[in-house]
């Protein structure tokens, strides 16, 4: 009979992993798995570099990692004990991801799901009935309608304030407090949620509270919650993180050893690991996450900064005029490249969006290409009207995902949608914002 010492062994030989199989008694130059990524010598490089910058024990020392394109893993015994069983608990493309990303999310544990959403489930299954949830009015469509599931249904507490002012979370922390949720820029309003003033505030009264912080308007190339003292960060990988649109894909990232288990734990006991092939395609997409990123906000700043010249209420954490600015330079490294603008008009900011060619209208960010939205009618549309007017989401705001596109021409189109749209006057001196009278009384009448 098979026992647990007849485990697979690991030794290095002149460079190559072995692999000793207890019973079947072969040693074979396989390696355990193309698993890490950490630099073998523990140097730490620039971000930059660690993002390129892999190392694997690949038996042929294949320079794109190998995608294991199993569900199961043939063991050496009949007790099992390989490193690897079946792909929901564990798959050697995955783990090399997660490997990876830890290196690039400043965590000790990074842990790849299905998608952002089902990230944020994982996370919210370390609630129990009774437990309180302080989170902020202002949160992307999906994220409310979860948390607006778990309070209807799981007997959990949900405070909506404004996570804006460390002093709006206060009144609602006590020790039932389990989690504070924080979004920051926030989706779509782009306000500023301080991560570090936040999370004091929380550990001092609730040591056990976890603050998790979504960094998906971001990504660990702009900023790194669990540096400002969150316990878990979590992202969409659907967006910057992969930057092309072809794939789903939420992370979790954790210092916490035993926290990082019980996250794992619910992902192996619910199947929500994300699949081989669509983490070789993150492993891939994220490579050039540092190059995307500068190029998209290097342009949303552009754009901002012609819309504001119109006229337009723009909020962009760039700007000077953002509300927040300093606060949000002191946690980020980077604006981002997702802005919003007002029009005053619903009608004029729907002609805005179905004028533009190059601006695909579509939900999401983060891609390569530019997008463009009303977030009240498509991504937030979840949230209900009279919730949406209640928390002040005008209606007539237009969402911009900038993408690498020459940024003359992204202008130049959006220049011509806002003619188009009669969104702006034009005069000798050029645009000025604000759709005539007659335009807005002509687009009421053919509504
Ligand atoms: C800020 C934010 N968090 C989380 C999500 C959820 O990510 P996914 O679509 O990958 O489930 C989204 C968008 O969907 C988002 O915009
Ligand atoms: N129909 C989807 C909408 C997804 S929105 C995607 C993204 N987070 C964004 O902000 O654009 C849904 O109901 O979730």
């Not at 965590?107 to 489930?121: E, F, I, K, P």
């Not at 604006?335 to 029009?343: D, H, K, Q």
């Not at 900038?402 to 645009?431: N, P, S």
Request: proline share 5%.
């Amino acid at each position: 009979m098979a026992s647990p010492n007849d485990r697979p062994n690991f030794s290095i030989d002149n460079g190559t992993v072995k692999k000793t199989i207890g019973l079947l008694g072969k040693q074979q130059n396989l390696p355990p798995s193309p698993a890490p990524s950490t630099p073998s010598s523990g140097r730490k490089y620039a971000l930059a570099t660690e993002l390129v910058y892999t190392e694997s024990t690949d038996q042929y020392n294949a320079s794109s990692t190998p995608i294991y394109q199993t569900a199961t893993f043939k063991q050496g015994s009949g007790s099992g004990g390989g490193e690897y069983d079946y792909t929901r608990s564990g798959n050697p493309t995955r783990s090399h991801l997660e490997r990876h990303l830890a290196k690039i999310m400043s965590a000790n544990r990074t842990l790849a799901v299905s998608s952002g959403m089902g990230a944020l489930d994982v996370i919210t299954r370390l609630l129990k009935p009774g437990d309180e949830v302080i989170t902020g009015d202002d949160l992307y469509g999906g994220t409310n309608r979860l948390l607006k599931y778990l309070s209807t249904n799981s007997g959990i507490i949900v405070h909506h304030v404004d996570t804006t002012l460390v002093e709006s979370v206060l009144p609602v922390l006590n020790e039932k407090t389990a989690m504070v949720l924080l979004e920051t820029p926030t989706n779509p309003l782009i306000k500023i949620v301080d991560i570090k003033g936040i999370a004091k505030a929380v550990h001092e009264v609730n040591p056990k509270a976890i603050v998790a912080v979504d960094n998906t308007m971001l990504s660990p190339w702009l900023q790194n919650p669990l540096d400002l003292e969150a316990d878990i960060v979590y992202e969409s990988g659907t967006k910057y993180l992969s930057g092309h649109h072809d794939l789903m894909a939420g992370v979790i990232a954790v210092n916490d050893v035993a926290l990082g288990e019980k996250l794992f734990f619910t992902i192996n006991a619910s199947g929500c690991g994300l699949s081989p092939f669509d983490s070789w395609l993150l492993l891939r997409g994220v490579k050039t996450l540092g190059v995307r990123m500068e190029k998209q906000q290097a342009n949303a700043q552009a754009i901002a900064e012609f819309l504001e010249e119109q006229g337009f209420k723009v909020r962009y954490p760039g700007l000077k005029s953002h509300p927040q600015y300093d606060l949000h330079w002191s946690m980020a490294r980077g604006a981002g490249a997702v802005l919003s603008f007002e029009t005053g008009d619903v009608l004029v900011s729907e002609r805005i969006v179905e004028s533009t060619r190059i601006w695909a209208i579509s939900v999401s960010f983060g891609c390569v290409n530019s997008l463009i939205s009303m977030p009240c009618k498509m991504s937030h549309a979840s949230i209900d009207k009279k919730t949406r007017a209640e928390r002040q989401m005008p209606e007539d705001i237009i969402r911009l995902c900038v993408g690498i596109e020459d940024v003359d021409d992204l202008i130049d189109d959006l220049r011509t949608a806002l003619v188009t749209a009669g969104a702006v006057k034009v005069g000798v001196d050029g645009l000025e914002a604000g759709a005539p009278e007659e335009i807005i009384t002509q687009l009421n009448l053919n509504a």
